[in-house]
């Protein structure tokens, strides 16, 4: 029997995946500005030092290609790369890998990304964050990451991928995770969600202690008192 594909009107960002996991309506925000998402110096440095790993990690080589990249990077940043190519210099082992920066796209799903790295052997990918390593694992986002990743990684190569990598640069960590069922009804679920809020539907208000926390906090909450505000 022929495999029918759906046909699908918008391709979903894998980025735009894991925000709605996160908190929907942030991604229904972030839509509703118009505003595309910039690069972060801090991603910018990661980035740079994960290209440079498995050779040794030049400051000022990696400087100079990070302010090629983001001409206006505040100077103070170098305090960061500096911590981050100590950490990397301690940790490891890092793997060799074949390529950088591979924009995948998946047709079955309507879901593309830009692959930081791809690897010739088992994990055939990793991903490069800015953030410091858990005490153990990855964070359940990351998995998420790393199974929006596969997704398009298998279709790209027609393989089994089963694994990826996650390098937690500003710890000087790599560290490798096996999506399990769970991380892939929890990743197809977020997929919906995205495409339905892209294509303009407003999802429900998030409530909680943790949203007070959030840079979107003020444009999220309804106007108004509740009566939970009150009491």
């Known amino acids: 029997m022929n ?5 699908y009107n918008q391709t979903v960002p894998v980025s735009s995946v894991i925000t709605a996991s996160l908190c929907p309506m942030r991604l229904y925000l972030e839509a509703r500005s118009g505003e595309p ?3 972060s110096p801090r ?3 990661c980035k740079q030092v994960s290209s440079h790993l498995g050779s040794q990690l030049d400051p000022v080589e990696i400087w100079n290609e990070v302010t090629a990249i983001l001409p ?4 103070g940043m170098q305090e960061f790369l500096e911590t981050c190519i100590a950490r990397c210099d301690e940790g490891g082992p890092w793997a060799a890998f074949s390529d950088t920066d591979i924009h995948l796209h998946s047709e079955k799903y309507g879901l593309s990304g830009n692959l930081d790295k791809v690897h010739e052997d088992e994990p055939y ?8 390593a858990p005490r153990s694992g990855v964070y359940s986002s990351d998995r998420l990451r790393v ?7 298998n279709e790209e190569m027609g393989g089994d991928v089963r694994s990826g990598a ?3 640069i500003p710890s000087g960590v790599t560290r ?3 999506p399990q069922p769970i991380d892939k009804r929890r990743f197809l679920k977020a997929l919906n969600d995205a495409r339905s809020i892209l294509s303009g539907d407003a999802p429900p208000r998030p409530g909680g202690h943790r949203c007070q926390a959030c840079d979107s906090f003020e444009a999220c909450r309804p106007s108004g008192r509740r009566l939970s505000d009150i009491l």
């Open 166 to 168: 996650v390098e937690y």
């Open 43 to 45: 991603y910018t440095i």
């Open 37 to 39: 998402r910039t690069e």
């Open 176 to 178: 490798t995770c096996s």
């Open 3 to 7: 495999e029918k594909k759906r046909k």
């Open 72 to 75: 206006d990077v505040d100077a």
């Open 147 to 153: 199974c929006g990743y596969m997704i398009l990684l």
């Open 125 to 132: 990918l990793s991903i490069v964050r800015t953030v410091q």
